[in-house]
C-alpha cells in the first residue's frame, strides 16, 4: 500500500477516534443508601461494582437512612473512596413543590449533618444538590426562591440530561427475584437496559439537534438491586459507544450547563427540556422519548 494512502487511512482513523472520544457521561446515583430490603449489602456490593469498573460517580445522599451505625459505616464506605463525589439529595426526600419553604431549607441542613464531616475527613466538598424527584418548584417564583437559597448555602444545583425510571425497572425486577421468578426477573433487567440505551439514542439526537454536537451527559440512576445487577452492562455498552465516563464536576464544565432554563413546572423532566422555551416543541420531544408504556402497565398491576 502507499504510503500516502497509510498516512491518509491513520489520519481517518485519528479523526474517528477523536470523533468517538467525545462522547462523554458522568454517572449519578441517588437514595443512597437504598431503602430496599438489606440496604447494606446492596450498597456495599454495588460500591464494590463501581470500585471493580474503576469509574468516577456522584451519589445523592438521604441521610434519614443512616440513622443507625451499621449504615453510617455503609455511608461512609462510599464517601472514602476516591471515585466517589458526595451529593446532598435533602434528609427525608420531600416534594419541594408541597413542602413549605423554610421546611425545605431545613431538610437541606439535616441533609448533611453527617455526610459534611466525612466529606471533610476525606478531603472532598459538599456542593452538589439534587432535589428529590427533580422538583424544583411549582412555579417561577418557588424555583427562584430555592435557586438562591440554595446559593447561600454553597450548593449548586445538580442537573441530569438521561435517566431510564429505573425505580420502576427495580420495583418489578425485585418482585420477581422475591418470587423466586429469575427468568422473568432477567427479562426486566434486559428490558431494563435496552431502554436505557434508547434513551441515550433519543437524548444524543437532541443533542445534535440543539447544540450540534454531542454535549457531556449526565445520566441518573438510584442504588439498588437492579443497578447492582444490571448497572455494569450499561456502563459496557456505553464505552462500546464510545463513552469516556467522566465525574459530574467535569461534565458541568460543558457550557451548555451554564445555560438558562424556562421550564417552571414541578415534573422532574432532563435538563434538555428546560433549555426549551417551546412548551408545544417540549411535548413533542417527550413524546418521541421510548415507550415504556408495557412497563408502566406492569408496575401499575404489580400488586
Not at 420531600?94 to 413549605?100: N, V
Not at 419553604?101 to 476525606?122: H, M, N, S
Not at 440530561?161 to 420495583?171: C, I, K, L, P, R
Not at 460543558?254 to 428546560?274: H, I, Q
Request: glycine fraction near 2%; proline fraction near 5%.
Amino acid at each position: 500500500m502507499p504510503r500516502t494512502i497509510q498516512l491518509g487511512l491513520l489520519l481517518i482513523t485519528i479523526l474517528s477516534l477523536e470523533s468517538i472520544a467525545q462522547k462523554r457521561v458522568a454517572f449519578t446515583i441517588d437514595d443512597v443508601p437504598t431503602p430496599s430490603t438489606s440496604p447494606v449489602e446492596i450498597s456495599n456490593r454495588f460500591l464494590s461494582k463501581i470500585d471493580s469498573m474503576g469509574i468516577p460517580a456522584t451519589i445523592f445522599i438521604n441521610e434519614e437512612r443512616v440513622r443507625v451505625d451499621k449504615h453510617q459505616k455503609t455511608l461512609e464506605a462510599w464517601l472514602k473512596h476516591p471515585l466517589i463525589t458526595p451529593g446532598n439529595h435533602t434528609f427525608n426526600h420531600p416534594r419541594y413543590s408541597i413542602t413549605p419553604f423554610d421546611q425545605f431549607i431545613q431538610e437541606v441542613k439535616d441533609g448533611e449533618r453527617l455526610t459534611r464531616p466525612l466529606a471533610e475527613k476525606y478531603n472532598k466538598e459538599l456542593k452538589h444538590f439534587r432535589f428529590p424527584f427533580n422538583d424544583l418548584g411549582k412555579d417561577s417564583a418557588q424555583h427562584i426562591l430555592i435557586e438562591n437559597a440554595l446559593h447561600e448555602l454553597n450548593y449548586q444545583i445538580s442537573p441530569f440530561t438521561v435517566e431510564s425510571s429505573d425505580w420502576m425497572f427495580n420495583a418489578l425486577y425485585t418482585r420477581h427475584i422475591k418470587k423466586g421468578e429469575l427468568e422473568k426477573a432477567k427479562a426486566i433487567g434486559e428490558q431494563y437496559v435496552n431502554a436505557t440505551m434508547d434513551y441515550f439514542d433519543h437524548f444524543e439526537e437532541l443533542s445534535q439537534e440543539m447544540f450540534n454536537r454531542d454535549i457531556a451527559q449526565i445520566y441518573l440512576c438510584h442504588d439498588n438491586l437492579l443497578n447492582l445487577h444490571y448497572a455494569p452492562e450499561i456502563i459496557t455498552q456505553l464505552k462500546a459507544r464510545g463513552y469516556e465516563i467522566i465525574s459530574m464536576d467535569e461534565a458541568l464544565e460543558d457550557e451548555v450547563y451554564a445555560l438558562p432554563t424556562f421550564y417552571y413546572k414541578k415534573y422532574g423532566v432532563s435538563w434538555f427540556y428546560r433549555w426549551m422555551q417551546d412548551s408545544d416543541l417540549i411535548d413533542q420531544y417527550m413524546r418521541a422519548e421510548p415507550d415504556l408504556s408495557d412497563a408502566y402497565k406492569a408496575y401499575e398491576n404489580r400488586n
